[in-house]
């Protein structure tokens, strides 16, 4: 388990760094723990798993002052649990529903016991992203994801894949563009 948790922090330490999340800023995660422990997603989840890696994950999220999204599996739709304050800040709309091990996932299903006042919404746009088992979290980025290529490229036997995000490019040749939000 511990090795599962060294490359979580690895992963979510670099992709942190590379995509330069401002404080506020949200992180989407989708986690197949099936994945993680050599088994196809969906078929082998495994709590305890999940909760470790939810935790290592918030502790990261928490010490950058970034908001962890956690997505839900194709059971609920990729719905995402986020944190209320989020939610009202944003001003998504909230749906009833409470993830659960073979319904959400074992991931979604720790963030929600983790968070301080957990709610699940339907969409939201995230800053940067970490898929963890081909868990498929291009949905919940903003409309610019871009490709992060992370040293960290399993986490146990989960192929991991990483975005961040950019704004649009607008005003073709002649335009000039900010190099730092590139």
């Not at 506020?24 to 088994?39: D, H, K, Q, R």
């Not at 970490?130 to 919940?140: A, C, R, V, W, Y």
């Amino acid at each position: 388990m511990e090795g599962f948790i060294k490359q979580t922090k690895a992963a979510v330490e670099e992709l942190l760094e590379l995509s330069k999340v401002n404080k506020g800023g949200i992180l989407v995660v989708g986690c197949s723990t099936s994945e993680i422990v050599g088994s196809k997603i969906g078929t082998n989840s495994v709590p305890e798993v999940a909760t470790k890696v939810c935790e290592a994950i918030l502790c990261l999220a928490s010490e950058k002052e970034i908001y962890l999204a956690a997505q839900c599996c194709e059971h609920l739709n990729r719905a995402i649990i986020i944190e209320k304050e989020l939610a009202e800040r944003l001003k998504l709309e909230t749906v009833n529903v409470i993830p659960k091990a073979k319904a959400g996932g074992s991931f979604a299903t720790a963030a929600y016991a983790l968070f301080k006042e957990p709610v699940a919404v339907e969409h939201i746009k995230a800053d940067a992203g970490l898929d963890i088992g081909q868990t498929l979290i291009g949905m919940h980025l903003k409309n610019v994801a871009v490709p992060v290529r992370l040293k960290t490229k399993k986490i146990g036997e989960a192929i991991v894949s990483a975005a961040r995000v950019r704004p649009k490019f607008i005003g073709g040749e002649r335009a000039v563009y900010d190099e730092s939000l590139m």
